[in-house]
């Protein structure tokens, strides 16, 4: 399992080095073993394990999992059809999953932080224009055949060209080619990019051998189609078994070439990773109750959460609840408004649309007041714009005034409070003004365009049949000003392809936009202008603007951490204030349910949170379980 995670610290660039610096201008960087992008690498070059973990897990047993909706594919890296669970993007946006390493491994416990994986070391020059690695040589694919130079460039070339996510993710990346018999280099546009040589070994590598051969009925692979023939994999697990759509198994490779290393010691310690597709949310709750389907659930309603754990299982102690603190990233939740659709490309209609939206009323009723308002691209972390800009937020702001909206440089943002009778009306009155300033009088109790006529429609994309119970109370203040208000409930495939091909009016995507704390070049493909034409990006809502795709570039090649704070704080302001979301709610903790077969080391990564890979099956408790079934 790939994390990405990181947080503040005073030093902005420190590095574990298999020797001392001797000249930090020395022509050539020496060879280091880890890299943080903040603040210095927990351990050193000689490490042995993680220090949460315990190195003498024992190995066997399934972890049982569910995915929503269906698969019908087996290659992640194209934007058509919808890959398996265990492939990326499924863990992370940026990453091999559980069949492909990467070049270097994100360390669950610290924030901005990557040890060796395929790669054994990497250096790079004090102003950040290229990066080198040495590749491991005991790397190997499942097949016997070592991890190349040439599968590391053919790998990104192939990536970069035709997915957008990397294409964005990598825009910097000039060239790439090898410069030794272990050794690849990665040239970079222009120097100042902090992140980029530490980002360089999240992507996966791929076995060009593999994809340029022939399958067994002698026909040319095609990495740039779908299929359904297993790939060749080089992590701890490939894939056993599936059946399209339904389930797919996934084994734990006995000589997996970097189970040693300290990055896997006492992880990855499921003989069997099992996922099974469910069409809906409700049909999957009733498989976990029901055990040995589903064996640890992170708990996304805070309706079960609170009053759904009732069952027998639960009440006799099989299934346990837990919670955990989070603090690996930032994140945006929203109703996501589609500003290719001309009905939201005035901002004064955006922001109407934030004055219908009755948050207080829903996290009364709905959410137990346990859920936080989203109140920035950020939530969560330091790096959310609060108050008034500080003198460096200005500084930056001060190069694109006269592109942004004036209120970013005077106001505080802050998001209408629906918290009495009287508030709700008073907003309502103000998105009627706000509605009517924009082209649209009310008539007959609809909003019409003032010239055309034309009634004013929104319709909501969801992906499940629950989504209907957060989207009603919404609909229902829209229709109370006017708006023709619907919901189309589609299947998760169709939600996936309508979502890929931005075809929609509003939407709210089945997972959070997750931010870094060290944000950096995937704020292109989330805000960038030429992201938003690009399908299967994440700039879902459409984002075209200059001043915007300026204040990211800030963010890439800001010099220190003060001025990486100062220039997405004041990205932040600009996204808010053009309105393109409709914020909803979060919540700073990890909610999980388990059914009680799991041994746990004593503590979790303080970092993330949990870390399921560091857990094993504890046959003791898994023979139990399975008495009580009888």
């Known amino acids: 399992m790939q994390f990405r995670s990181f947080v503040a610290s005073l030093a902005f660039l420190a590095v574990t080095t298999m020797a001392p610096l001797s000249n930090a201008r020395a022509a050539e960087p020496e060879w280091r073993t880890a890299v943080s992008v903040l603040g210095e690498p927990k351990y050193p070059a000689d490490f042995k394990h993680f ?93 016997g055949q070592p991890i190349t130079v040439e599968d590391v460039i053919w790998s990104f070339n192939t990536l970069k060209t035709q997915t957008p996510l990397y294409n964005k ?36 590598i791929l076995p060009k051998h593999w994809w340029e051969g022939t399958d067994a009925n002698g026909k040319k692979r095609d990495i740039s189609k779908p299929t359904t023939e297993i790939p060749l994999g080089s992590s701890a697990y490939r894939i056993e078994s599936f059946d399209i ?88 939740q929203g109703f996501l408004l589609n500003t290719r659709r001309d009905k939201f490309k005035d901002p004064k209609v955006r922001e109407a649309l934030n004055f219908v939206y009755d948050f207080e009323t829903m996290s009364k009723n709905m959410f137990f007041g346990q859920y936080k308002r989203v109140y920035s691209y950020f939530t969560g972390s330091e790096l959310a714009a609060t108050g008034l800009p ?31 009778p009287q508030a709700l009306r008073d907003n309502l009155r103000t998105a009627i003004q706000l509605m009517k300033e924009a082209g649209y009088e009310q008539t007959g109790g609809k909003l019409v365009d003032s010239k055309t006529g034309n009634p004013f429609a929104i319709e909501f994309l969801a992906g499940d049949t629950t989504d209907e119970r957060f989207i009603g109370p919404f609909m229902e203040n829209l229709r109370k000003i006017g708006i023709d208000a619907r919901i189309r409930v589609v299947d998760s495939t169709q939600f996936s392809s309508r979502l890929t091909d931005f075809d929609f009016d509003i939407t709210t995507p089945r997972s959070v936009m997750v931010q870094s704390l060290s944000p950096g070049n995937e704020q292109r493909d989330f805000w960038g202008s030429a992201a938003a034409d690009s399908k299967g990006s994440r700039n879902y809502m459409g984002i075209k603007n200059p001043a915007i795709d300026k204040l990211i570039d800030k963010v890439i090649f800001a010099k220190d951490r003060d001025e990486l704070v100062a220039a997405t704080r004041a990205l932040d302001r600009v996204l808010l204030w053009n309105y393109y979301v409709v914020p909803q709610w979060y919540d700073d903790r990890i909610k999980i349910a388990y059914w009680n077969k799991f041994g746990m080391p004593e503590k979790q990564p303080d970092y993330i949170g949990i870390d399921p890979f560091s857990w094993w099956i504890d046959t003791a408790k898994e023979q139990a379980l399975k008495a009580k079934a009888q």
């Open 51 to 143: 220090d949460y973990v315990n190195p003498d897990a024992p190995k066997g047993g399934t972890l049982n999992q569910t995915a929503d909706g269906s698969f019908d594919s087996l290659n992640p890296f194209v934007i058509q059809g919808n890959a398996a669970a265990g492939l990326p993007p499924s863990d992370n946006p940026i990453g091999g999953g559980l069949l492909y390493d990467t070049l270097l491994s994100q360390a669950p416990d610290q924030p901005a932080t990557n040890y060796g994986l395929i790669a054994e070391a990497l250096a790079y020059p004090d102003d950040f224009s290229w990066v080198k690695f040495r590749l491991n040589p005991a790397a190997k694919w499942h097949d």
């Open 390 to 420: 500080s003198s460096k937020e200005l500084e930056i702001l001060e190069t694109v005034r006269g592109e942004v909206p004036p209120e970013v440089f005077t106001k505080e943002f802050k998001l209408p409070v629906f918290d009495s």
């Open 169 to 204: 993710y990598y825009h910097d990346v000039t060239k790439v080619e090898a410069t030794g018999d272990r050794e690849v280099t990665f040239t970079f546009a222009s120097g100042g990019n902090r992140e980029l040589p530490s980002i360089m070994g999240d992507f996966p």
């Open 245 to 332: 759509g339904k389930t797919i198994v996934w084994t734990r490779v006995p000589d997996y070439w970097g189970k040693d290393l300290p990055i896997n010691v006492g992880r990855q310690n499921f003989e069997h990773v099992r996922y099974e597709y469910f069409r809906d949310s409700t049909a999957e709750w009733e498989a976990f109750k029901k055990g040995g389907i589903q064996d640890f659930r992170p708990e996304p309603s805070i309706g079960k959460w609170m009053r759904g754990y009732d069952f027998p299982a639960f009440t006799r102690g099989d299934v346990v609840k837990a919670m955990f603190p989070r603090h690996s990233y930032g994140l945006m």
